[in-house]
């Protein structure tokens, strides 16, 4: 019997989960300097969660190459990848630290020295009852502008709209094809043979701690449920909510 294929449309956003990495070792930062004790994370709370991700510049058009009145070759860039990400809300403090705010005085302001190295997964469903996952390793996020209202006989908000931009994974291992030439982008589908999801976090968030539960951030509070605190030891299903 022939392979069923697998659909490539999706439709919703059902997580974007974040982890902040070790700029030298290309693991996961856990704890009070992370985003959670397993290491990543997503937003999901009473009036929380993620409205869009919009992913632009994935490939670069190629550039044509002439010789003999003919294109002979096509010569492509490097792709820079770019998320615009709209939060319906999340916890302040998860998003100071995607962002790199640091405390002063009695407030935060924005770092000007070296950002976090950001990485993130973007979930959905496909038409045939999988999941799809944009894979990002390492890159930075910047919340570009804010916009106010006045309030009428409606409410005008300003939701957390952040900007993503991909960077090349810090671990040389990451998101690397048969020829040895690495990608700035991974894509997974639930439906593929060789798939768990547990594979994927320790690909794409290298060192973290999945036991079972999903470790999620409501409210600003942190926490996360974990039944060994070794990296890279995935045992269960998805991260808890912190």
């Known amino acids: 019997m022939a392979e069923k294929q697998l659909l490539a449309s999706v439709h919703g956003i059902k997580k974007i989960y974040f982890a902040i990495m070790d700029s030298d070792t290309g693991e996961v930062i856990t704890g009070a300097n992370g985003v959670s004790d397993t290491g990543f994370t997503y937003v999901d709370g009473d009036g929380q969660g993620a409205t869009s991700a919009d ?17 002979k070759r096509i010569a492509h860039g490097i792709p820079a990848p770019e998320v615009a990400v709209v939060m319906l809300d999340m916890p302040r403090d998860l998003m100071y630290k995607l962002l790199g705010y640091v405390k002063s005085g009695s407030g935060y302001v924005p770092n000007t020295g070296i950002k976090p190295h950001v990485a993130m997964i973007i979930e959905s469903d496909t038409y045939d009852g999988n999941k799809a996952y944009e894979a990002f390793a ?95 030891t995935t045992s269960g299903t998805t991260p808890s909510k912190p």
Do not use: R, W
């Open 55 to 71: 992913i632009s510049a994935l490939e670069e058009k190629g550039t044509k190459k002439y010789a003999n009145n003919q294109v």
């Open 138 to 232: 390492n890159g930075e996020v910047i919340m570009p502008a804010l916009k106010h209202g006045t309030d009428n006989n409606n409410q005008t908000e300003s939701d957390p709209t952040l900007t993503y931009d991909a960077l090349a994974p810090i671990d040389d291992a990451t998101f690397v094809d048969a020829n040895g030439n690495q990608s700035i982008i991974g894509f997974y589908n639930s439906g593929d043979t060789d798939f768990t999801e547990e594979q994927m976090f320790s690909e794409v968030f290298k060192g973290c701690t999945t036991s079972g539960t999903t470790s999620s951030t409501t409210s600003g509070t942190t926490s996360s449920t974990t039944s060994g605190t070794t990296p890279s």
